[in-house]
């Protein structure tokens, strides 16, 4: 039989306390038990928060005071004041003088048009008018003739009754004288009667000679003046078949070639006037509104910027785009070639619409489309708390605080979308 081992077991005395290890227990018991009370009032935000999102993905801007500045930043284009479209006068064949692009000066030919059957009109209208000159011409010297021969008829009619008043004196005295009998007296003064009846009668005739004449001579004239102005008509659509420059600047667009022939009104070619410059913006139709004659603007143009001003704005609204026009306020950008500036060259133009200063405002950001500008979510520590606010104006970069936010707060203005509409949220580093 086997005989158990408790013979051989013996009492083993326990090893001397170590100080160090205890010194090592009690502290770190006192470290979990500050780190618990630092945790808990996180770890309390964090399970009301109900959210977390990283703050990496999160743009902050905090709200200060300031001058907004509302306005409306487009691409513009570079266009003159004056760009006369040049059109054919007459159909013909049209030989070109210059080239797109040439420099040009007022009255220099550009373009002529061979029109045969425009010179052959005004020949058939001069050969008209002097035919109808010559008319009006017979027609003064035969009011010559008339009034002449009523002139002669006039001077013997008061040769007659001169005449007659003398034989009636000279009867008198001899009847007086008792030479002359009575009959011989009345016989003289029926011959003066009739002389002063024939004196009427011709004063008469040449009133109406006179009147006739004149009349004939003026109507040959009038039809001979009316020819006139149409052969000057003429003469100046001849003379318009030579295009001329109406102004100074340079050939834009030449819509033909050389030796084409074309029908009247075609378009020819457009002259491009520099001196004169205007900016064509087109600004979305949200801000046509707004717009006003007068307001004053900024053209941005090879680094440097130009004061300019709103000049006119369109009625109609085109794809959703109202078109305005600025010009510039001061001195306008060197157009001279071949670095100036060119038709339809694009710029950066400025649209000042409102200022409004010492003003609460905060960055601009998705959150005014995502709380429709009634809610912003401001940072506290690392929570962002749900805040009801109201906003007024706004600019590109800026928008208005009206309530809810103060001086100094900052406010989260990305989009907030994934904070499912929560009154806190947690935000992580």
Do not use: C
């Not at 009754?161 to 009867?171: F, G, H, I, P």
Request: glycine share 8%; proline share 4%.
């Amino acid at each position: 039989m086997i005989r158990d081992t408790s013979a051989q077991d013996r009492v083993i005395a326990a090893p001397p306390a170590n100080p160090r290890r205890k010194q090592l227990l009690i502290g770190g018991g006192i470290a979990a038990a500050l780190l618990l009370a630092l945790s808990v009032p996180t770890l309390g935000r964090w399970l009301g928060s109900g959210q977390s999102v990283s703050g990496e993905r999160l743009r902050t801007a905090e709200v200060h005071r300031g001058t907004l500045v509302r306005d409306v930043s487009v691409q513009g284009r570079m266009v003159a004041a004056v760009s006369p479209t040049l059109y054919a006068p007459a159909a013909g064949t049209v030989t070109l003088k210059v080239r797109a692009g040439d420099t040009i000066k007022q009255g220099q030919p550009l373009a002529v048009i061979d029109s045969p059957e425009l010179r052959s009109k005004l020949l058939q209208e001069q050969s008209t008018l002097a035919s109808l000159q010559a008319e009006a011409s017979r027609a003064a010297l035969d009011a010559q003739l008339a009034r002449s021969t009523a002139q002669k008829a006039l001077d013997q009619a008061e040769i007659d009754r001169t005449a007659a008043t003398r034989d009636l004196e000279r009867s008198q005295r001899g009847f007086e004288g008792g030479a002359v009998s009575s009959i011989e007296v009345a016989r003289a003064q029926d011959v003066l009667k009739k002389a002063e009846i024939g004196l009427s009668h011709a004063q008469h005739d040449y009133g109406l000679q006179d009147r006739g004449a004149g009349l004939d001579t003026r109507n040959k004239h009038l039809l001979a003046q009316r020819q006139q102005a149409l052969v000057d008509d003429l003469q100046r659509q001849v003379d318009e078949l030579n295009i001329r420059s109406p102004v100074d600047g340079i050939v834009g667009t030449v819509n033909i070639t050389d030796r084409t022939v074309v029908p009247i009104n075609q378009p020819l070619l457009v002259v491009v006037d520099l001196r004169e410059l205007e900016v064509e913006l087109p600004v979305p139709e949200s801000y046509a509104d707004d717009l006003r004659l007068g307001m004053g603007a900024e053209i941005s143009y090879g680094g440097q910027k130009y004061n300019g001003v709103l000049q006119s704005v369109s009625p109609e609204v085109v794809n959703g785009q109202v078109m305005a026009r600025l010009r510039f306020a001061d001195n306008q950008p060197d157009n001279k070639r071949p670095t100036g500036l060119r038709q339809n060259q694009r710029v950066s133009t400025r649209v000042m619409i409102e200022e409004k200063p010492n003003v609460l405002m905060v960055q601009r950001g998705p959150f005014l489309d995502t709380g429709g500008g009634r809610v912003a979510y401001k940072l506290d520590g690392d929570t962002a708390v749900k805040t009801a606010i109201t906003t007024g104006s706004s600019s590109l970069s800026d928008v208005e605080v009206l309530t809810g936010l103060k001086p100094g707060d900052r406010i989260v203005i990305s989009d907030t979308a994934s904070f499912n509409g929560a009154d806190e949220v947690m935000v992580n580093d």
